[in-house]
């Protein structure tokens, strides 16, 4: 208290995910903080259960139950100031269920904690280095958003500087974002006008979820601080394409090594290595709702588009689901290229980690790996490519929610099923300009 007060510190934001990975959150003065610590800050849980647009959907625990609360206790392990609101420190909160005093089934961190305890076991140490795009956008009262691409413009892939960013929106981002200290390293402009991608530095999974979901609830701030709005949308337009949530993942032992790594091993990748890609490549059906997790986000898969929808690994490989950097040794690891940007970081690692851990389990092999450009079904399996394919094939998939649990299988199973059935009730614009004038 004392040292925070001398910083000029007077606030403390206390944040968590929701099930979407939306940061929700409360700003504690200073001197409530011991009561914030001891007691908890009081959430209502349905916020697990209302939709972006603010409806409370019917998940078990929450209208059912009276609307019961949550107990949000920060974590100040995780305290770090704000360099754009002078005066204020954020962290994160663990979320407890008041009745029980145990983690609330539907707590995101909570499950991606579940999940490495379960790892533990194996003696498996997963390190994660996330990747993550979206586009920026400026306001367009004449559009029906009401937004339009930043610095519309061709051809600026894998560019830095004023060309492709004339405002320099990426500079001030990434220094803002380093002094947050969560670990970014570099950023470029991508493919798209108006998309940029910046990278998180390596470090354990917890730890680098945590990172990837103040990373984006950061972005998101910062640009609103311009007046603009920076979207982690799979796919917000229809005429380009769409912001990917790459991960690099490989595991470590006791000692620190790199337990993907074998020279002597086919592809320099170890039994461990091989046998988690191979648990990736099984249950990537049921992933596909974890790291897909929206309607948009199946608008994103597609030939040609470098978003993985076949089933497949590859050696370097940009266009298989999971590719093999060329690093061996210490860099040994594999890229998961299936998320898309929306998908929640605890979530997204959660299922990718407990789908490897089966396969390490089981001692799967994967197949052959992709030689040349992928998109092909003849040689390897199509994704589930609607939503409601893809929750089929998560609740079909025993074995992976057995490890994710059942409180939150429930809860997401019911939360995207209303999302599903909300849409599909939509008149959207392209139906009545498709039909209402010729029918």
Known sequence: MDRLAAD????????????????????????????ACDHGLAFCRAVYHTSPQGDVVEVAGGLDAGLPDIAVRP?????VPLPWEPGVAWCLGDVLDPATGSPAPESPRDLLRH???????????????????????????????????YAEAP????????????????????????????GVSMGNHEFSPGQFEINLTHSPALDAADRAFRFKAAVKELARTEGRLATFMAKPFNDEGGSGFHVHVSCRDGEGRNTFDDPAAPHGLSATARHAIAGVL????????????TVNSY?????????????????????????????????????????????????????????????????????????????????????????????????????????????FTSAFLAYKRNEAARFQQHVTDWEFTEYAYHL
């Open 8 to 35: 000029g510190i007077d606030v403390i934001r206390v944040a968590y995910p929701d099930l979407i990975g939306t940061d929700r959150a409360r700003d504690v003065l200073l001197d409530h903080l011991p009561s």
């Open 75 to 79: 974590d100040l392990n995780t305290l």
């Open 115 to 149: 999940v490495l305890a379960q790892c533990a076991e194996e003696g498996l140490a997963p390190v994660v280095g996330p990747e993550l795009e979206y586009f920026l956008c400026e306001p367009d009262p004449g559009s029906p958003s009401g937004w339009k691409r």
């Open 155 to 182: 051809g600026n892939v894998y560019t830095a500087g004023r060309r492709g960013d004339p405002d320099g929106h990426l500079l001030r981002t990434l220094r803002q974002l380093r002094d947050l200290g969560i």
């Open 282 to 293: 099984a249950h990537a059906p049921a992933l596909t709702a974890l790291l897909n997790p």
């Open 299 to 407: 608008k994103r898969f597609g030939p040609d588009t470098l978003a993985p929808w076949l089933i497949d690994w590859g050696l370097d490989n940009r266009s298989a689901m999971v590719r093999i950097p060329p690093e061996r040794g210490a860099g040994a690891r594999f890229e998961l290229r299936l998320a898309d940007a929306s998908a929640n970081p605890y979530l997204l690692l959660a299922g990718a980690l407990a789908a490897a851990l089966l396969g390490v389990r089981a001692g799967q092999e994967p197949p052959a790996p992709l030689e040349g450009y992928g998109y092909d079904t003849t040689r390897a399996a199509t994704l589930p490519m609607t939503l409601p394919a893809a929750l089929d094939a998560f609740e079909a998939d025993t074995a992976l929610t057995s490890v994710l649990g059942k409180g």
